[in-house]
């Protein structure tokens, strides 16, 4: 019983910070076993409940997350034209942003130092192509 309340505050702590739906329906599954599991006698169907209940949930609410994720506008429409401050200098043309909530890099044209703005022009890969604001 407390083994499965430590796998649920583990699995609510992994899908706290991976920025996913990674473990939500394992913490789910967990959450009930840790409330039944008093009533059952043998480990091994307590697991096979916990595998059958994460396969539920798993498939409960995967259209309820793809409809969520459907709503969400493209990251692009979201950050276009949008102002970063430079938070590090990694390299002389590569900078550190924080934006959207998430570390980015970034590059740009002109140099810029730590504490100066910029905007957002576009997306490469994985880095922002800034444009230094005046």
């Given at each position: 019983?407390?083994?499965?309340?430590?796998?649920?505050?583990?699995?609510?702590?992994?899908?706290?910070?991976?920025?996913?739906?990674?473990?939500?329906?394992?913490?789910?599954?967990?959450?009930?076993?840790?409330?039944?599991?008093?009533?059952?006698?043998?480990?091994?169907?307590?697991?096979?409940?916990?595998?059958?209940?994460?396969?539920?949930?798993?498939?409960?609410?995967?259209?309820?997350?793809?409809?969520?994720?459907?709503?969400?506008?493209?990251?692009?429409?979201?950050?276009?034209?949008?102002d970063v401050k430079i938070s590090k200098k990694i390299e002389i043309d590569l900078?550190?942003?924080?934006?959207?909530?998430?570390?980015?890099?970034?590059?740009?044209?002109?140099?810029?130092?730590?504490?100066?703005?910029?905007?957002?022009?576009?997306?490469?890969?994985?880095?922002?192509?800034?444009?230094?604001?005046?």
């Open positions: 019983m407390i083994w499965w309340f430590l796998l649920t505050l583990v699995f609510i702590g992994v899908e706290l910070v991976v920025p996913a739906l990674v473990s939500i329906w394992f913490a789910f599954a967990a959450a009930i076993l840790t409330l039944i599991s008093g009533m059952i006698k043998s480990p091994i169907n307590e697991f096979y409940i916990f595998v059958g209940l994460s396969g539920f949930f798993l498939i409960l609410t995967r259209p309820i997350a793809k409809k969520l994720l459907e709503k969400r506008k493209p990251i692009e429409s979201r950050i276009f034209g949008q900078y550190e942003v924080k934006l959207d909530g998430k570390y980015w890099r970034a590059t740009c044209d002109e140099i810029l130092e730590v504490g100066d703005t910029g905007v957002v022009e576009r997306v490469e890969g994985n880095k922002l192509i800034l444009k230094k604001k005046i």
